[in-house]
């Protein structure tokens, strides 16, 4: 027996093998876990991840792309951005003229409408009878309850919202409903 030693094991070969366990362990648990993996689920029990739909960059450009056709028959130079389910920006588009303000409110109007999972026109009719909302909506950082957000579905999902500045609150929110058709 060498130094440190106890039963004819040192303390470098009792933690090799419990290295050694822990790693068997872990190679066990992946292999016993590919077939759910492979299987794509996208609810599992519990413990399981969750997957979340959102925007694809594609129907994120469909629906600039839609929006900017809107304005362009409107006559009015807007900004058009839209979030992904997360509320992270994933495309926009400033047409020449565009105001200054546009850039700072439409992504808020997008945020909103991703947010509360309902158009911003909409939530602003809802709430005017409620002024204690309203102030509370209208103060929280990142949120507005000006129109021209409008929430993008897969079905009854939200998975993605537009939110368009430059014109009258009427001309955003048409603006915003074209972009949020071309999913349809």
Request: aromatic residues 2%.
């Amino acid at each position: 027996m060498t130094e440190g030693s106890r039963d004819g094991v040192t303390r470098r070969q009792a933690m090799g093998r419990g290295t050694a366990i822990a790693a068997g362990a872990a190679a066990g648990a992946a292999v016993a876990s590919a077939p759910a993996a492979a299987a794509g689920r996208r609810h599992g029990g519990a413990g399981d991840a969750l997957s979340v739909l959102s925007v694809s960059l594609e129907q994120a450009e469909r629906v600039i792309e839609a929006a900017r056709r809107r304005a362009e028959q409107l006559g009015v130079a807007m900004y058009m951005v839209v979030v992904d389910s997360a509320g992270v920006e994933k495309a926009s588009r400033r047409m020449d003229g565009n105001g200054q303000a546009s850039p700072t409110l439409a992504p808020l109007k997008a945020q909103t409408a991703n947010g509360f999972r309902t158009a911003t026109h909409t939530l602003a009719e809802a709430n005017a009878g409620d002024p204690a909302r309203i102030a509370s909506i209208a103060s929280a950082p990142g949120f507005t309850l000006l129109g021209g957000g409008v929430p993008l579905r897969d079905g009854d999902t939200v998975i993605a919202a537009i939110g368009v500045g430059g014109g009258s609150v009427a001309q955003d929110v048409e603006v915003a409903e074209a972009g949020a058709a071309a999913l349809s």
